[in-house]
């Protein structure tokens, strides 16, 4: 199994990939849009034998207190090839892509207890607050240190988030 960018041509399995990880599509359709904006910062699938077993996407954040941020989601796994470290690997590359890229800070919005394994801390740590009220679910990873203002605030998605 590879971690790799994805490619011209590998939409339609990645649009699979989410749509089979999620009750309903509105997440490949995200990633639909988030690619036809042109704001897909990163976006990485996981191939085996020809196949796309998983993707994970992140896109810029604002804040009126930070800057130069990423939202990490969504992130999927096809059914049949979870459990065997495959989103682990791609959160990994994604946070190792978006350091590399000089982004300060990443947010997330999900389970706390499988986010900490990456340094991600509840985001009021920061005072940063988001704009789906996400409570504990909502984390942060500083990846430059002082990227993150102790003064917090709100931090928005792109606006294709609000379809979801």
Same mark, same amino acid.
């Given at each position: 199994?590879?971690?790799?960018?994805?490619? %011209? $041509?590998?939409?339609?399995?990645?649009?699979?990939?989410?749509?089979?990880? #999620?009750?309903?599509?509105?997440?490949?359709?995200?990633?639909?849009?988030?690619?036809?904006?042109?704001?897909?910062?990163?976006?990485?699938?996981?191939?085996?034998?020809?196949?796309?077993?998983?993707?994970?996407?992140?896109?810029?954040?604002?804040?009126?207190?930070?800057?130069?941020?990423?939202?990490?989601?969504?992130?999927?796994?096809?059914? $049949?090839?979870?459990?065997? $470290?495959?989103?682990?690997?791609?959160?990994?590359?994604? !946070?190792?892509?978006?350091?590399?890229?000089?982004?300060?800070?990443?947010?997330?919005?999900?389970?706390?207890?499988?986010?900490?394994?990456?340094? #991600?801390?509840?985001?009021?740590?920061?005072? !940063? @607050?988001?704009?789906?009220?996400?409570?504990?679910? #909502?984390?942060?990873?500083?990846?430059?240190?002082?990227?993150?203002? @102790?003064?917090?605030?709100?931090?928005?998605?792109? %606006?294709? #988030?609000?379809?979801?």
């Amino acid at each position: 199994m590879r971690v790799r960018h994805e490619a %011209p $041509g590998d939409e339609a399995a990645i649009h699979r990939v989410h749509s089979e990880s #999620f009750p309903t599509d509105a997440e490949a359709r995200l990633v639909d849009s988030l690619r036809a904006a042109g704001i897909l910062s990163i976006s990485l699938v996981a191939e085996e034998s020809g196949q796309i077993l998983g993707h994970v996407a992140c896109s810029p954040v604002t804040s009126s207190a930070v800057s130069s941020g990423l939202g990490l989601a969504p992130v999927a796994v096809l059914s $049949g090839a979870r459990r065997r $470290g495959i989103a682990d690997q791609l959160v990994r590359a994604a !946070l190792s892509l978006a350091t590399e890229g000089g982004h300060g800070y990443v947010v997330v919005l999900g389970a706390p207890s499988y986010y900490a394994r990456f340094g #991600f801390m509840p985001a009021r740590t920061w005072n !940063l @607050h988001d704009e789906y009220e996400g409570g504990e679910a #909502f984390q942060a990873i500083e990846l430059q240190p002082g990227a993150l203002s @102790h003064s917090g605030g709100v931090v928005q998605y792109a %606006p294709q #988030f609000a379809a979801l």
